[in-house]
């Protein structure tokens, strides 16, 4: 299984930027696929997740009613749109697939990330 993030980029707070995670070399139908992020000197932490079906997408607190995850079957793409952001919104951000869940071990493949700036 491979996943290639991308739209990663340099933003002025209070813009705009949406993420996208093409899957491939496997079958996704059964996965859910999630997004998480990693600061500078922190832990990485769950961003987002949604059901392959599209249903139960999930939110941490930290961006909810920001961002959207959202999914394209026929392309397998997963994709992160992320309003209004913040300083504290900066990071290295990581797609992956598994189980649906909130921990990064329910996840058993990973791409290689994608660097998010948010500028004051």
């Known amino acids: 299984v491979q996943l290639q993030a991308s739209g990663g980029g340099l933003v002025q707070a209070g813009g705009s930027l949406r993420l996208s995670c093409a899957a491939s070399?496997?079958?996704?139908?059964?996965?859910?696929m999630g997004w998480f992020r990693q600061a500078p000197g922190k832990e990485r932490e769950f961003v987002a997740v949604?059901?392959?079906?599209?249903?139960?997408?999930y939110y941490a607190d930290s961006v909810k009613g920001r961002f959207t995850i959202s999914r394209d079957n026929a392309k397998n793409t997963v994709y992160l749109q992320m309003n209004s952001l913040k300083p504290e919104d900066t990071a290295v951000y990581y797609c992956a697939v598994g189980q649906y869940g909130m921990s990064s071990a329910d996840y058993a493949y990973w791409g290689q990330g994608t660097l998010v700036t948010v500028s004051s």
């Open positions: 070399g496997g079958t996704f139908s059964i996965y859910a």
């Open positions: 949604i059901r392959w079906s599209g249903l139960n997408p």
